[in-house]
Every structure is written in structure tokens, then in C-alpha cells.
């Protein structure tokens, strides 16, 4: 009996092991970015004032982010770029961005789940932009 538990137990730490990106089953609920950009992001990218002049809260957030050259440290970069896999927005969320500074600003980032809700958000958004 209790060699079996054993070997419950076992099998399911081994299999909890081998989901090396857990992200990509990431749950992303319709309107769960809006609300990452509102609780996240809010404080700085409000429609009041927005940092880097970037409102991520109001209305109509793609407009404002597909096909937008940077306003702020990253010259020429697009904030959603339609026509690659390479948004600036992304790359300040995951990591892997070379100019400015990464996003959200703090010392508290993004979990992997969000940062990849994110993503299939972009191509959510890019999909459907005129
Ligand atoms: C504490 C304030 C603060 C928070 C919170 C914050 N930002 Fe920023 N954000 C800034 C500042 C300051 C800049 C300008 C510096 C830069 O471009 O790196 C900026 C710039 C950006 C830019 C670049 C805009 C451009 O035109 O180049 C993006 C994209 C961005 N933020 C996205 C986000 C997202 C998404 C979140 C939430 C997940 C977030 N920010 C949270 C302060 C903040």
C-alpha cells in the first residue's frame, strides 16, 4: 500500500518536472491583458499625463500600440509591429529588450503566464488591425 502511494507520488513530481514552460498552457481569459495593463501598468501609462506618452488604460489600446514607432528611448522600433514577431512592447515585457528600460518599471516583473498572454494578445490585436 504504501509502496504504491510511493509510486503515485513519484510519478507525479516526475511529471510536473517535465512541463519545462508551463506558460504555454497559460489560461488567458478574454480581457486579461487589458486588466494586466490597467493594474500594471496604470499607475504610469494612465490616461492622465502617460509616461513615454503611452495610455495603456483608455479605450482602443491597440490603436495606440499597432504599427506606433517608439515615442521614447527606442528610435524606430515599433511598439506592435504587423509586419514581424519582433514588438517593442514584447521585448520590454520579457526580457530581451535593447533600449530604454524594461517594463513594468520596478523591481516586480511579469510572470511568464502574462508575458505570454501578452503575446497571443499581440497576435490577437494584429490579426484583427485593418
Ligand atoms: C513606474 C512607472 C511605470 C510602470 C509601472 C510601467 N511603465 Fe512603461 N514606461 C515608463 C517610463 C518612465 C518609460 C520611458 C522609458 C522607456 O522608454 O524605456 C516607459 C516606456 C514604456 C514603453 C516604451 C514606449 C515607447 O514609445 O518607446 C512601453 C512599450 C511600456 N512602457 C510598456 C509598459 C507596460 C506594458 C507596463 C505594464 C506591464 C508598463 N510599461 C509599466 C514607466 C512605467
Known amino acids: 500500500m504504501r509502496a504504491a502511494l ?22 488567458c481569459a478574454p ?5 494586466i495593463f490597467s493594474t500594471r501598468c496604470g499607475d504610469c501609462h494612465g490616461s ?9 488604460v483608455s479605450a482602443g489600446v491597440s490603436d ?11 528610435d524606430g522600433r515599433t511598439l506592435i509591429d504587423p509586419m ?9 515585457l520579457d526580457g530581451s529588450f535593447d533600449c530604454g528600460a524594461a517594463m513594468p518599471l520596478g ?5 511568464d503566464t502574462d ?6 494578445w499581440i497576435d490577437e490585436v494584429v490579426a484583427v488591425s485593418p
Open 31 to 35: 480581457g486579461y491583458v487589458e486588466q
Open 64 to 74: 495606440r500600440l499597432v504599427g506606433v514607432q517608439s515615442a521614447s528611448a527606442c
Open 48 to 56: 492622465d499625463e502617460p509616461m513615454a506618452g503611452l495610455d495603456l
Open 6 to 27: 510511493l509510486v503515485t507520488v513519484v510519478g507525479l513530481v516526475g511529471c510536473a518536472g517535465e512541463l519545462e514552460q508551463p506558460e504555454r498552457f497559460a489560461d
Open 115 to 120: 508575458v505570454e498572454c501578452v503575446r497571443r
Open 84 to 92: 514581424s514577431t519582433n514588438h517593442l512592447l514584447l521585448t520590454k
Open 107 to 111: 523591481p516586480t516583473k511579469l510572470s
